[in-house]
């Protein structure tokens, strides 16, 4: 019983870690981060 408590978080947690994984990947590939977050303004600042 107690195993298989174990062996459920573990599944649970791994399939958080990739959920996690896909969508910072999905921002940008290189660096997980597109600049274009709510609360981030990298995106809407013009480069000189």
Not at 9 to 14: A, R, T, V
Not at 27 to 34: D, L, Q, V, Y
């Amino acid at each position: 019983m107690l195993a298989d408590i174990v062996l459920a978080g573990g599944i649970c947690l791994y399939c958080g870690y990739v959920i996690y994984r896909q969508i910072k990947k999905r921002k940008n590939p290189k660096t997980g981060c597109s600049g274009c977050c709510s609360s981030c303004h990298g995106c809407s600042h013009d480069k000189p």
